[in-house]
């Protein structure tokens, strides 16, 4: 069984960056593709960014563009995104989620629990 556990929410204003963490364990690590989503409240949960498990190649939404970045680090069996420029309608439960090999995105077959980002303005 696989298990993401996330970390870095928090509140920040307009204009400020974090740092999100997703550590995976549970199985290999790099079988997976990773990515973030986000679920704004009233709204459905959407795709924000991930990273292929194949070549590190990465995607985006396009209203993060220029402003997170995603990353892997295999050493210690974790993704990251970092978010910089926020802005308030970046407001969101983030998720961390993983897929096999099988699974077409952005259909997943794990998710972290979530974690809150609060943007000011």
């Known amino acids: 069984q696989v298990q993401l556990v996330e970390s870095g929410g928090g509140l920040v204003q307009a204009g400020g960056s974090l740092r999100l963490s997703c550590v995976v364990s549970?199985?290999?690590?790099?079988?997976?593709?990773m990515g973030w989503f986000r679920q704004a409240p009233g709204k459905e949960r959407e795709f924000v960014a991930r990273?292929?498990?194949?070549?590190?190649?990465?995607y985006y939404e396009d209203s993060v563009k220029g402003r997170f970045t995603i990353s892997r680090d295999a050493a210690k069996n974790a993704v990251s995104l970092q978010m910089n420029s926020l802005k308030p309608e970046d407001t969101a439960i983030y998720y961390c989620?993983?897929?096999?090999?099988?699974?077409?995105?952005?259909?997943?077959?794990?998710w972290g629990q979530g974690t809150q980002i609060t943007v000011s303005s």
């Open positions: 549970g199985r290999t690590f790099m079988r997976y593709t």
């Open positions: 990273i292929s498990r194949s070549d590190g190649s990465t």
């Open positions: 989620a993983a897929a096999s090999p099988l699974t077409a995105w952005p259909n997943v077959d794990y």
